[in-house]
């Protein structure tokens, strides 16, 4: 039998109210329903990004579909549609509208009217977490294929898609053990009225956080690889006081440093007897006996021969290198086609390198795609009046705005 949070199929209960007689705070529970509301109002990036995620799915299952993470991703996206199946908000709306205004007598919903909300928030808590390990999962494969440049301009478009999904879940699973953690206390202060529609023995979880077991949330989604290096640990290191384990471990290193030192000192010492040897046996060092005093010069030779090594030194050294032509790189220098093409070739040429002269540094890959291609359109048309004034209008809407 499946769990309340987890059926598709369980039913809500009947909107019924009841007097409340003790003091309760009506607009610190609007309050907080409002919050609900403001934060699930605002998640249209999420959906868009829902979008993409369907669209390259639809686009890419051909030739990724026995990839270990495009499969992973496609279980993002069956969680994503669960996400927009669910429809949180029209059941947070009907309970606030079921709230009545401050005034002497107080009708309030009943307990089990909260119970199905806070089973609602349950259920969306887990979606986002179904999407934060399963975007994880798939991650790791398509930053896998980047690094190794197979497929790789089709990798980058899901990693960054993954990487977005993940964040804007992340968010979210935040916010939901804050919600639940201020409603749930308003559980005993609601009274039952009709039949159960929850089963026997079930109760809801007290701290959300730790039923989600958010504490090792970096831990989901880790692969356990079968090639793991074996490291054997002396168990006389953990042996003492724990303030001893420092000095050793200190130890320990430091003396598997000095064995590695003395094998290193035995190799050199089995190289020895070969020098000792040669050391038998030395080589006769020549004796000088004649030394040589030179050839006395006049002071006019002296002076001819210095002349004729400047000269020659002279004569040696290479010209100067002509001074590096600087190019300059402006788009205000525009006026036809042709310069417009030169503009594109440069730009292209210094994104390549990373240079700092490129003019389209701050733009994305996509980004720089578009301008170009909006460019090069403007380049092939026949007539060329005012090409200055539309490089410049498409300049301004697809760079200067992104900065």
């Given at each position: ?40 109002s605002k998640q249209s990036p999420l959906h868009k990004e829902s979008a993409i ?69 349950m259920t969306f808590s887990k979606i986002m977490l179904r999407v934060c390990v ?39 699973l935040q916010h939901t053990t804050t919600w639940y953690s201020n409603l749930y ?219």
């Open positions: 039998m499946l769990e309340p949070w987890n059926s598709a199929t369980l039913l809500p209960p009947p909107v019924n109210l009841f007097l409340c007689v003790t003091k309760f705070d009506v607009s610190a529970l609007k309050h907080v329903f409002n919050n609900i509301i403001k934060v699930l995620c369907s669209r390259f799915l639809y686009k890419y299952d051909k030739k990724f579909r026995n990839d270990i993470g495009y499969r992973n991703f496609r279980k993002v996206n069956t969680a994503l549609k669960k996400y927009l199946a669910l429809n949180l908000m029209k059941d947070i709306e009907n309970f606030l509208f079921a709230l009545p205004s401050e005034g002497d007598d107080l009708y309030l919903p009943t307990r089990q009217m909260l119970e199905f909300v806070l089973l609602r928030i399963c975007s994880k999962q798939a991650a790791v494969f398509y930053l896998d294929r980047i690094k190794r440049g197979e497929s790789h301009w089709m990798s980058l478009l899901p990693y960054a898609l993954l990487s977005r999904l993940w964040s804007m879940s992340m968010v979210l206390p308003y559980l005993n202060k609601l009274q039952v009225k009709g039949v159960h529609f929850l089963p026997e023995n079930y109760n809801l979880p007290e701290d959300l956080e730790q039923w989600l077991d958010l504490k090792n949330i970096d831990e989901f989604g880790r692969f356990e690889w079968a090639q793991k290096k074996l490291v054997d640990i002396d168990d006389t290191l953990i042996d003492g006081d724990d303030n001893d384990l420092f000095d050793n471990i200190l130890g320990y290193v430091n003396q598997n440093n000095e064995d590695q030192a003395e094998s290193d000192h035995e190799e050199d010492i089995k190289s020895l007897p070969l020098l000792e040897k040669n050391q038998e046996n030395p080589l006769p060092v020549p004796t000088v006996t004649k030394i040589d005093h030179g050839v006395v010069l006049s002071r006019e030779s002296f002076k001819t021969l210095l002349n004729s090594n400047k000269s020659f030194v002279k004569d040696k050294i290479p010209p100067p290198a002509p001074p590096v032509k600087v190019i300059e790189h402006s788009y205000e220098k525009i006026t036809n086609s042709s310069s417009l093409r030169k503009f594109i070739e440069m730009e292209e040429k210094f994104r390549n390198e990373c240079d700092s002269k490129s003019l389209t540094s701050h733009m994305s890959l996509m980004q720089w795609h578009a301008l170009k291609n909006a460019l090069l359109k403007l380049c092939d048309k026949v007539t060329n009046r005012k090409i200055d004034k539309k490089f410049h209008k498409i300049w301004k809407q697809k760079c200067l705005d992104y900065m």
